[in-house]
């Protein structure tokens, strides 16, 4: 009996097993490979040469990328503020029992987010087309505007487009994971406040948002890792002018993969990774130090 | 602050005992407002759509001109156009086959290695799991050139393997597995199992699949989803136009009409059509699929 369940605790091994080599082939060795790459300058098609800490010392003087980095968490705070508020308020919302067709509204809400990113860019790059866009044709005609905007010629006005389509495309997530949390807050707390008399506002504000803070702080800390790493619609919609709307992720592939610097190209891969490493852990002390005011 | 809470909240009850008139028209507005709000999101979720499937049945001039509200009658042209240069159908097709084998191996491995994980006690496995759930915090693209050069030495670039075997180690894919495997799955089948003299990967998948079904249902959307909008991968790796999935061809389609709205506009619908149909038959699994994860998380 003895030897039989510790033949079948091996068996629990070979299981796992699979995922390990796979892991080991296809994520480890490339990141240790590609911090090899770093330290060497290699265009893809001699030997790469090892050079050193000359890339690291190149990306320290490297204007793109601080632009870059700027851009990103620009385009990253132009987006999550407004997509967690509206998030909330909708969650908050379709939370209510009189509410009719919650289905719906989720649904509808949730769309956008499933859709390819890359089309979602390419389709927003032709409504804000200056000339033939949608967009600007909508806007005169309701006369809001007589000439037609340059968008895209406008580095605000761009960053503005690129955070309003990511933040298009994920509220609806957001909504469906703070519904799940208003909902796992236990009905008797609504009730008792009820009994109390508390307005809906009250509630609202004193047991609701204080009872979703762990939620809310998961989705920032989340969001930091997330939207740091913004790529497909960006790309679509362009570097901007004056590379206003280039992110991180853009400039990495944009250096290896088209001007073929791919050693440089793995030098900035590290770099946003210790950048993206950077905001979460001062996300997440500062919700620790919030844990603990509390 | 507590008492000073209470006080207020207490001021703020009576100023609600109002005349029952008054407090019916104010929920009345109220409602209004909170339907107005619904209504215009939804609005705008679905207006891009609308305004790209009326925009690709129009010709480029009238495109270029007016503001389109209802729908032409150059849809035709505009494919014919598009079809001619971009092997839309053929991406279609590369992509689906490309999510259908990933998807079908993450899910059989994710529940190989979340029911291990779940029913077995073999050495370090609790260092092991903490090691897979340590391994989704690497953002995707860290040895992306790593990944790219290896892909080279293996003789693997230009072909679907670096799409799909990677699909092997989904680290989520296992967390979701383990837990459900934890809830769903009695250890008492598994003896019974063993007492009937079944091996161990038989009762794997005569048992414990059959009862995984409705979680591999959940897991397999969302792998679903997440490898048909896969772009940064196989831009990489394949070079060939024919082999590219979908999303990288709407970005040739992109390229490549610059000036051709029309062609583009229809190269976005065949896009979006497919995950249309798909949401719409599944909207209710994806949506109660987030909330679950959401909870998990």
């Not at chain 2, 035709?76 to 279609?92: A, C, S």
Request: glycine fraction near 6%; proline fraction near 4%.
């Amino acid at each position: 009996m003895r030897t039989s369940s510790i033949n079948k605790s091996k068996y629990g091994f070979y299981f796992v097993l699979p995922y390990f080599i796979a892991f080991l082939i296809f994520g480890l060795v490339p990141i240790i490979f590609s911090l090899y790459l770093s330290f060497t300058k290699w265009d893809g098609f001699s030997d790469p040469v090892f050079v050193g800490l000359d890339n690291y010392a190149r990306l320290l003087k490297d204007t793109f990328f601080f632009k870059a980095i700027g851009n990103t968490l620009i385009i990253w705070i132009l987006s999550i503020v407004p997509q967690l508020v509206l998030a909330l308020a909708l969650a908050m919302i379709l939370n209510e029992k009189f509410i009719r067709g919650k289905h719906f509204f989720r649904a509808v809400f949730y769309f956008p987010n499933i859709v390819t990113p890359v089309t979602l860019g390419v389709l927003f790059s032709l409504m804000f087309d200056w000339q033939t866009g949608s967009v600007n044709k909508f806007l005169m005609g309701i006369g809001l505007i007589d000439d037609p905007v340059n968008w895209f010629n406008s580095p605000w006005l761009s960053r503005f487009i690129v955070a309003g389509v990511i933040m298009w495309q994920y509220f609806g997530f957001n909504m469906l994971v703070f519904i799940a949390g208003l909902q796992s807050i236990s009905e008797e707390l609504y009730e008792a406040a009820r009994v109390d008399g508390a307005s809906k506002w009250d509630i609202a504000t004193k047991i609701t948002l204080p009872l979703l803070r762990p939620v809310l702080l998961f989705t920032f800390i989340t969001s930091v890792i997330g939207g740091l790493q913004l790529f497909d619609a960006p790309l679509m919609l362009g570097n901007g002018p004056d590379n206003s709307t280039l992110t991180m992720v853009m400039y990495l592939f944009q250096t290896a993969f088209q001007r073929f610097d791919y050693s440089y190209g793995a030098a900035i891969a590290y770099a946003i990774f210790i950048i993206i490493l950077f905001f979460s852990l001062i996300t997440m002390k500062f919700s620790k130090m919030n844990k603990v005011e509390q | 602050m507590k008492a000073n809470d209470s006080i207020v909240e207490k001021s703020f009850s009576f100023s609600k005992k109002k005349t029952k008139k008054e407090f019916n028209s104010k929920s009345f507005l109220g409602k209004f407002a909170v339907y107005f709000l619904l209504i215009a999101v939804a609005f705008t979720c679905l207006l891009p759509f609308y305004s790209m499937m009326v925009t690709s049945s129009h010709a480029n001039s009238d495109i270029a001109r007016k503001l389109l509200l209802v729908p032409g009658s150059e849809f035709i042209e505009n494919y014919k156009r598009l079809i001619d240069t971009v092997p839309i159908w053929r991406g279609f097709v590369n992509t689906v086959f490309i999510t259908v084998t990933s998807t079908v191996l993450n899910l059989y491995f994710s529940a190989l290695a979340g029911y291990g994980f779940s029913k077995y006690n073999f050495k370090y496995k609790n260092l092991l799991f903490l090691a897979v759930l340590g391994t989704m915090m690497i953002p995707g693209q860290l040895g992306i050139i790593g990944f790219f050069k290896l892909m080279d030495s293996f003789q693997m670039l230009n072909t679907y393997w670096p799409l799909i075997l990677p699909s092997i180690s989904n680290a989520f894919g296992i967390f979701f597995m383990k837990q459900m495997c934890d809830s769903s799955i009695p250890t008492e089948i598994l003896e019974s199992g063993r007492i009937d003299g079944c091996g161990e990967l038989k009762i794997f998948h005569r048992l414990v699949l059959p009862l995984l079904m409705p979680s591999l249902a959940t897991l397999g959307i969302f792998s679903f989803i997440g490898k048909w909008n896969d772009f940064l991968t196989p831009m990489i790796v394949l070079f060939d136009n024919e082999l590219q999935p979908l999303p990288v061809m709407i970005a040739m389609v992109k390229s490549q009409f610059s000036t051709d709205f029309g062609a583009m506009y229809v190269g976005i619908v065949i896009s979006v059509i497919p995950i249309l149909i798909f949401f719409s038959m599944v909207s209710k699994k994806i949506i109660s699929g987030v909330t679950a994860g959401a909870l998990k998380g």
